[in-house]
């Protein structure tokens, strides 16, 4: 008998005897009947509101979930991976702005370029000292926030960066009546799908993520896996800064906002589990989506800001214990 | 003795730390160019307060082995709740606010203990929430305290550099240290925190101890939220990240670890000073605002390379070399 048999069966032996069959199937869940009464409630909610059913309003929706769901995507790979979040996602995003907006100058591909390698050399950095040293990831991501936070307040001087070049205004341009930066979603999402189910380092992602010791001891390499989920987040941080910076025309330290949390926020409704291990970027396409959803029947229907914020906040925590609730069980 | 008791990361981290920050404190008035006053300390001791009840509140859950990200939603929450409903009598305003944070937190504590979720991804959900509620009670706009008989009484002197608000948070920090220094509660927590399962077949009753830290939690930061509200004459509904940032930098300065099972309420007091002697040491000497971003970052920094496993194993193994050589 191996180490490896051994552990699985200590395992087994501490979590109880296992029932063969799932016992969620055919006894429906409190949580499935929720999901039953609030999903039709909310779609005729939805379809009744009055200018909803539009192709503009369409349009507005996917253009409102384009930039959050960019890093939301790359946050996925990270979350997959096990290193939970990055808290610096607002601070990098502003960096890369800024880099952006500065080099104008040079020509739109060029700064391209550089937003680009900005972006994931700062997050392969942190994505490296995650994955070769075992380091905690909030805590490394919240000094990484300070670092990137004060260097971009001292090289800036606390001056928004205005660019020479107006070369950055083609982002701001549509394409059979969508933005930009819809397309860059999109095909963002169908990179790191394939990325997570069709290449070797994707699915080594999910074992990392899944168990990290157990991914270490079977030869996988975590550390090269972890900084390359890193840095596929830099990459998609960088892009939704550099759309930051030309939807604003000009790059202040409070430019990235509440993009750590919304982009998070995505994440979670996607219903990606923050200890790692599952997860899909095609879902949090449909959770940024279903965030600018639900958004925009609220603002069609008069609510506040504060009412979308809050009911926000409701659909994440039902959505991380449904699929608590459903991944223990299937589990069990 | 002496160096077997500063041997442990919890007590090591703090003392040296608050050491440093106390020795640059006094060390100010070669940049500044002037002589230290009462007044300094006494606005170190308002930043302390402000900032004190939020990072005790994430410490204890962070003793426990979680990390509660919703003390600021609280903390907001509590400030709007005491500034809406404390105009006329200000205790019931700090009643109602510390009724509220105890009503989330309990709620949140539950769900967190009985479910078994990481508290992560619900506390994050529920600070979103918290944020939109406060949004919704203010209308988006920062709410003014009438009362300016509160305001001045959280705030005058009392003794040169202490204030009714920093004697509170003082005075949370000592019970907090009694209860955790002289009951089982000390040990149990960092038990829960250090091995939840081990805890559990020991016999410690986890989930009522997560359900009760949580609501402690939520407790303080609403109370500290209700103390700000009323110095502060409004309550902001966005208090943004950076108080819960700087709160866990508190923490994790006070020996606490993100892993759990480690930390005091002492440690934890200290930790919060350093951070806060450390704004006003910025705020004396008058350096550029970056430069306390930069000295968190290079903090934490310290503390992730003193945690991090994989360069621990390095020192050992060079450690091990050479003691192989030498012998």
Known sequence: MTTADRTREAAANASGPQPSASPARGRPTPFAIALAVLVPLFVVLAVTTDRFLSLDNARAILASAAFVGITAVGATLVMVAGSAVSLATSQTATVVAMAFLATQQLGLATALLIALACGIALCAVQGAVIGFWGANPIVLTIAAGFAIGGAATWFSGGTPVYPDARGFETLNSTWLGLPIAVYVLLLVTVVAQWTLRRTTAGRQMYLVGENRAAARAAGLPVGRVTVVAWAFFGACTALTGVFLASFNTSATVTLGGTLTLDAIAAVLVGGTAIAGGRGSALQTLGGAVVISVLSDVLLLRGFSTGTQTLVKGVLVLAVVVAVHLRSAGSRR | MNRRWLSRPDRLMPASSLLIVLAAFAASP????????LFDAYNALQGFAQLGLLALAIGITMIAGEFDLSVVGTYALGSMVAVSTGATHPALGVLAAVAAGAAV????????????????????????????????????LSKTYPNSDATLWVDQTVAGIFSPRSLLTLAAFLAAAAVLGCT????????????????????????????????????????????????????????????????????????????????????????????????????????????????????????????????????????????????
């Open chain 2, 30 to 37: 070669l940049v500044s160019g002037r002589p230290l006053e």
């Open chain 2, 105 to 140: 937190g309990a709620a949140q504590g539950g769900l967190i203990a009985r479910l078994r979720i990481p508290s992560m991804p619900v506390t994050l959900a529920t600070y979103i929430a918290l944020l939109g509620l406060t949004y919704v009670m203010s209308g988006g």
């Open chain 2, 184 to 327: 089982r509660l000390g040990r149990e927590l960092r038990a829960i925190g250090g091995d939840r399962r081990a805890s559990r077949v020991a016999g410690v009753q986890v989930d009522r101890h997560l359900v009760a830290v949580f609501t402690t939690s939520g407790t303080l930061a609403a109370l500290g939220g209700a103390l700000l509200g009323y110095s502060y004459a409004s309550a902001n509904p966005d208090p943004g990240l950076q108080p819960l940032i700087l709160a866990a930098v508190a923490a994790l300065l006070g020996g606490v670890s993100l892993a759990g099972g480690r930390g005091t309420p002492l440690g934890l007091l200290a930790g919060t000073l350093s951070v806060a002697l450390l704004a006003q040491i910025v705020a004396t000497t008058a350096l550029p605002d970056f430069s306390t971003q930069l000295l968190y970052a290079a903090l934490l920094g310290v503390i992730v390379a003193i945690e991090s496993p994989g360069l621990r194993q390095l020192v050992d193994r060079i450690r091990a070399h050479r003691l192989e050589r030498l012998s």
